[in-house]
Each structure stands twice: as structure tokens, then as C-alpha cells.
């Protein structure tokens, strides 16, 4: 779950970590009220969970109370990659001398934290990996020992830090970790972080990424809505337990299994076909969400044809027959239907299409072509 | 032969009386796998298909000799079960549980290695060395016997590929479920070695899919060990869109991080053969088999 910028900043506040002075603001009224606050000049800042928000015109600076009017109201009449602006973050811009880049993601390979440091802050941090590798500091952190205040001293010393501010930086990133681990996050960073001419240090922006997999234990996270970030039919696959991603073609897709679904994908490029969505309902689903996912993959528009591809193991060949059926009678499906159907009680699953007219094929490759076609004469 | 598991392994089974722990329970002991106890808190004292039950894995093996788990535990305890295996001293465990949380599958992951442990998983069906032993979820009928060892980070896609492996006569050593999940515990270099260890073993079919740069380290691994067997290659996720996560949690696109064209040039530099299509895996196999006898 990506989280907002303020909502992150106010995560590195709780730890001490030095943020802006600012507030966050739904309505004129709250933005107005805020910036009387603040003092000039200010940056108000769409919140949508994006990055690279600055270039798409998300971030907006203001002299006085009456620009940060017009900046919400030009803010709130947009969308970001296709997410409207809701709130705003407002607060005081921080002159920076030179801007850092700090956080902490996930090394699968090494199976462990890595922490991430460098002098080039404020571009994203794969565009520095790719130009100036040099320029970047990673940091694994051993999983039983974790890491330690020393070693952050150990990377602000690498990064040229002395004196006072050598403890004052090691100290934010001792604290970011903190947090990162804290929050479960998948990731967690500060960029930029700016040092002030003052010699300093504040973050000026945010980013926490919390993993999916550990919202249980962060009950303050679950009632944020979805709606915005992704799509409905995205939404309600989430509701229904089904990972469901949308595409741009027109040939809808279920299957089992997410490795399957995605050769699928495949299968339907390579014979020249575009498919509309990835939808993976998962091992042994029973009929029921056989029908959901055919309700979710068909209320898209542009499906034209439906390539349903199950290999049974522990999903079971009747149960999705059932399913189909049950959803063509209840949603009234009339858009052409390819099916594969193999594995556990492939005999009863067959019998039972067969018989509601609906033909199965064995292939994967052969019905994926087929569907291709299907599509193309529509 | 084959690897990891055999005919010597004796499992318990973590989350035995659990609808998902019961069920495979059942189809485990009817594949001829031999497991020995189940652990549940709180149930023990039951049988589950005839096994008996125990609270704690430390009670189990005072009863029981063991030398493999398998964990069916709820997300939120899997990884504490894991632990709670691997200090009682099981060398071989298989995580079948999915959406584990990184944190915590990061320190089943050290705590592993720090006592020389295997682990399968998490978000995997399984391992199965045919005719000898099953460790997983994986439809049983697929596989038969034979010289193909299997290595995959999906589970259908791995059925399906080896239901032609088996209808081609050659039949599996050993297939592995490495995990859908960002954090898991083998990959594919470890099992290459085994693979490569293992007479019965003859040639190996590698089964990858988008995210992360695990392929692309593996065909560097190829490359400059000279790896002895042939090894077939698919990988899924040509058509995927970066920035989404395609089902498994580390089925992503990042940038231009982890895309299949990568993944699929860097083992054709190493001389791997990638497949095109799933079907195609046990004919190019048949073929650098048949091709190998004549020489």
C-alpha cells in the first residue's frame, strides 16, 4: 500500500525526523486556514500516490495566502496519471543547499534490508543507479543484528559528513529504519533529504510503501479507501480475493495461477491477439468465484472475447463448468467464449459444457489462437 | 534419487487439522509420502487422517523422528512456525502458506541459513520427487518418474509443462516450486547444483516469470561454471506492463527492471534454450536429449 507524502512525513515526525512546517487541507477554507500559518514561501503539494508527481505538474509554489487559493483550486481541477487530486499537503519550502537521498527497500537476492545512500538526491534513485552508480551507497543490514546506530554513522561518514552534522544525519537514518521496520515497509525513503544552508537537514519529501502482506498488523491502514489509485474492476477484485490486473486489448482472460495467466498473456501476443486484463482466481476456487470473475473481466467494455484457461489441480474441472454456467445465465453472456479446461475431473467439467453447448479444447495454444481470431472477426 | 526429498524423508505437517493442512494431509499419505505427526496448538492429542496431532513441534519429534516440515499455518503465524521447525532441528521445510510478510519470511530466511537449513518457499506448491515422496500441493498424476528435473517460480505453469514432460515418456527427477513471493528461500542457482549432483538427473527445465533480476544471475551462473546439463528455459510474462503486479507479489515490472526480454536474451547468451510456448518445452528437451544419445 503506497501511502501519501503526508502521511509518511508524519510517520518520520513521530521519529524524530525533521520535516517541514505544514498542514494538510481538503477544501479552500482548510488550505486558507493553513497557509495563514506557514510562513512564505510555500509549496502545496497534490497528494496522489505517484511518483515523479513535480514533473506532472502535482507540486505548485505560493507567495501569499491568496496563491495558495488559486494553486488548491488549480490542484483539485486535476488529474495526476489519471488520479484526481483530493487533498493537498501546504508547507514551508525549505531552501536547500544540496539535496541527499536516503531510504530503505528490499534486497530479494541477498534476502534483506538494504539501506540506499547518496549525494544525488532529489531524481529518482534508479535514474542515479543508472548514471552514476558511484554515487550510490547500499547498505545490507544483517537480519538478525539489524542495523545499528554506528552503521548509520558508518554511511554518513562515507557520505562526507563530520562534526555536529555527522550525528545529526546518522541520526535521521538510524530513525528511518526504525520506522521502515516499524511500518513494515517495503519501502521507505527521504528524497530529497535537504541540507540547509544552515547545515541542517530536513525531508522534504516521503515515500512509504507498506507491504500488502502485513496490513493485519496495521489496523490504521485498512480503512483507507482503494478507489482513486486503481480501477473498479480492480477494486472489486480485491473484494472478491482475486488479483485482477487491467490491460489495454480486448480479449478478457481468467485462469489459475499466476505464472499460467500470465503465459496466457503470452499465448494471446504471440498468435496477434491483445489482451484486456491478467485475472488469476487462484487454486481451488469454487464456482461462485468462477462467477465473479467473469463478472468483473466482462464489465469491462472493451472485452470483445473471453479465454478462460484453467489447468485443475487443486481446482476442480466441474466446479468451474458450473461457475461459467451460472454466470452465463445471470449476467446473460453473449460475447464469444473459448475455453481450456484440463486436470481434476476434467470428464465432468467437459460433460457439462459440452451439454450447455459451449465447446472445451484441450490445447492452451490452440484456444488461445482460436480466441484471437474469435476477436478479430468481431 | 532426485534432490531434497526421497524416500528417506519423514514430514510433519504444520497446520495439520486446517481445511487446506487436512486435505493434503490426505493426498500426501495416499502419494506414499510418509508423514509421521501433525502439529496444531491446541489440538493435540487428535488424528488427522490417522496421524496423530501435537501441540508443539518439540513434542512431535520427542515421539516422532522427522526430518522435514511442511507448513500450512495461517499467514499472520506461519513464520513462527517456521522458526519454531527450525529450532527443533528440521533441516527441509516447505512453506506452502501464501502473502507471509516480508519482515518476517526475512528472518525465517537468516535464521535458515544460520542453521543450515532448506527452505521451499513461501507461495509454493511444493516439491515432488516422483514415485518417491510429495511435499506439496501439486496434482500428483502430472508427474511420472524420470530424468527432467524441474525448476519454477509458478505452480500451474509447472503442471502444465510437465504434463508434456510426461507425455513425452521423459518424466521428472525432481520438481521444485521456488515461491511466488518477493522474499523465498531457494533459487534457482542452489537448485542447479543439485541438479547437477543428482545421476538421475539428466537435463533441467527452468520455469521463470518477471520481477526481480534472479534469471539473469542464474544465466551468469550458467555461463561461467560451465554448467554440465542442458537446461530449458520459459519464461512467462512477455506481454506483462511494467508497474503491476501480475498475481504473485514478485511478478513486477520495476522500470525497466525484471522485464522477460532481459531475462530471456540473458540465457540465450548463456546457450540455454528458451521456449516459446509452454508446449514447446518437451520437444526442444526430447530433442537435446535424443541429440545427446546420438553423440
Not at chain 1, 528490499?106 to 558511484?134: C, F, H, W
Not at chain 1, 482513486?228 to 480479449?251: C, H, M, R, T
Request: aromatic residues 6%.
Amino acid at each position: 500500500m503506497k501511502l501519501l507524502e503526508y502521511e509518511a512525513k508524519r510517520i518520520l515526525a513521530k521519529y524524530g525526523i525533521p520535516i517541514p512546517r505544514g498542514g494538510l487541507a481538503a477544501n479552500i477554507a482548510e488550505a486558507r486556514e493553513i497557509a495563514q500559518t506557514l510562513k512564505p514561501p510555500l509549496v502545496v503539494k497534490a497528494q496522489v500516490p505517484v511518483a515523479g508527481r513535480g514533473k506532472a505538474g502535482g507540486i505548485l509554489f505560493a507567495e501569499s495566502v491568496d496563491d495558495v487559493e488559486k494553486a488548491v483550486n488549480k490542484l483539485f481541477n486535476m488529474q495526476i496519471r489519471g488520479i484526481p487530486v483530493r487533498s493537498v499537503w501546504i508547507e514551508e519550502k525549505v531552501n536547500a543547499k544540496r539535496e541527499l537521498y536516503f531510504g530503505m527497500t528490499v534486497d530479494r537476492l541477498n534476502k534483506t534490508y538494504v539501506m540506499i545512500g547518496s549525494t544525488e538526491g532529489g531524481m529518482e534513485i534508479e535514474e542515479v543507479a543508472e548514471k552514476a552508480p558511484q554515487k550510490i551507497l547500499k547498505f545490507p543490514v544483517d537480519p538478525l543484528y539489524g542495523f545499528r546506530l554506528y552503521h548509520a554513522r558508518q554511511m554518513a561518514k562515507r557520505m562526507g559528513y563530520s562534526g555536529n552534522q555527522l550525528s545529526a544525519i546518522a541520526n535521521i537514518f538510524y530513525n528511518l529504519y526504525r520506522a521502515g521496520v516499524d511500518y513494515d515497509a517495503e519501502l521507505i525513503e527521504m528524497n530529497p533529504l535537504a541540507e540547509t544552508p544552515e547545515g541542517n537537514f530536513v525531508a522534504m519529501d516521503a515515500r512509504i510503501i507498506v507491504d500488502d502482506n502485513a496490513l493485519f498488523r496495521h489496523p490504521e491502514f485498512k480503512e483507507r479507501p482503494l478507489e482513486g489509485e486503481f480501477s473498479p474492476q480492480e477494486v472489486e477484485a480485491a473484494k472478491n480475493d482475486l488479483a485482477y490486473v487491467k490491460l489495454d486489448g480486448d480479449i478478457g482472460v481468467i485462469g489459475n495461477g499466476a505464472g499460467l495467466v500470465m503465459a496466457t498473456l503470452d499465448a494471446i501476443q504471440l498468435y496477434g491477439g491483445k489482451p484486456a486484463n491478467f485475472l488469476d482466481v487462484g487454486g481451488g476456487a469454487p464456482s461462485e468465484k468462477i462467477a465473479a470473475a467473469l463478472r468483473i473481466v466482462l464489465s469491462d467494455s472493451n472485452v470483445k472475447a473471453l479465454f478462460i484457461n484453467i489447468l485443475g489441480g487443486i481446482t476442480r474441472c466441474d466446479e468451474v463448468a458450473r461457475g461459467i454456467l451460472k454466470a452465463r445465465e445471470k449476467l446473460g453472456i453473449e460475447k464469444p467464449m473459448v475455453i481450456r479446461l484440463v486436470g481434476t475431473n476434467e470428464e465432468e467439467g467437459k460433460r457439462i459444457l459440452t451439454e450447455a453447448g459451449i465447446q472445451v479444447l484441450d490445447s492452451m495454444e490452440e484456444a488461445a489462437r482460436q480466441v484471437v481470431e474469435v476477436a478479430r472477426r468481431l | 534419487m532426485g534432490i531434497i526429498v526421497g524416500k528417506e524423508t519423514k514430514a510433519i505437517v504444520q497446520g495439520i487439522t486446517g481445511a487446506q493442512g487436512s486435505f493434503h494431509t490426505k493426498l500426501m499419505l495416499e502419494y506414499g509420502t510418509k508423514v509421521v505427526a501433525g502439529v496444531t496448538p491446541g489440538k493435540g492429542g487428535t488424528t488427522v487422517h490417522g496421524v496423530p496431532v501435537y501441540d508443539t513441534v518439540e513434542e512431535a519429534l520427542e515421539k516422532h523422528e522427522a526430518n522435514a516440515s511442511i507448513i500450512f499455518v495461517p499467514a499472520p503465524y506461519a513464520a513462527d512456525a517456521a522458526m519454531e521447525a527450525l529450532e527443533n532441528g528440521i533441516k527441509t521445510i516447505v512453506i506452502i502458506t501464501e502473502h507471509i510478510p516480508i519482515k518476517d519470511s526475512i528472518s525465517v530466511m537468516a535464521y535458515a541459513c544460520q542453521v543450515g537449513a532448506t527452505v521451499i518457499g513461501p507461495n509454493t506448491p511444493g516439491i515432488i520427487t516422483p514415485g518417491e515422496c510429495k511435499l506439496g500441493i501439486m496434482p500428483a498424476h502430472i508427474f511420472k518418474p524420470g530424468k527432467v528435473g524441474m525448476v519454477s517460480r509458478s505452480g500451474t505453469l509447472t503442471y502444465e509443462i510437465a504434463a508434456g514432460l510426461t507425455k513425452k515418456q521423459l518424466g521428472q527427477s525432481t520438481c521444485i516450486g521456488l515461491g511466488g513471493d518477493p522474499i523465498v528461500g531457494l533459487n534457482f542457482i542452489e537448485v542447479l547444483k543439485l541438479f547437477e549432483k543428482d545421476p538421475q538427473t539428466e537435463a533441467v527445465v527452468l520455469i521463470g516469470e518477471i520481477g526481480g533480476n534472479l534469471e539473469e544471475l542464474t544465466a551468469e551462473y550458467i555461463v561461467k561454471e560451465k554448467y554440465p546439463k542442458p537446461v530449458v528455459a520459459f519464461i512467462a510474462g512477455r506481454s506483462a506492463p511494467p508497474g503491476k503486479r501480475m498475481g504473485h507479489a514478485g511478478a513486477i515490472i520495476m522500470g525497466r527492471a525484471g522485464t522477460a526480454e532481459t531475462k530471456i536474451e540473458a540465457f540465450k547468451k548463456a546457450g540455454v534454450e528458451v521456449a516459446e510456448k509452454p508446449s514447446d518445452v518437451a520437444a526442444m528437451l526430447e530433442k537435446i536429449l535424443n541429440d545427446k544419445l546420438a553423440r
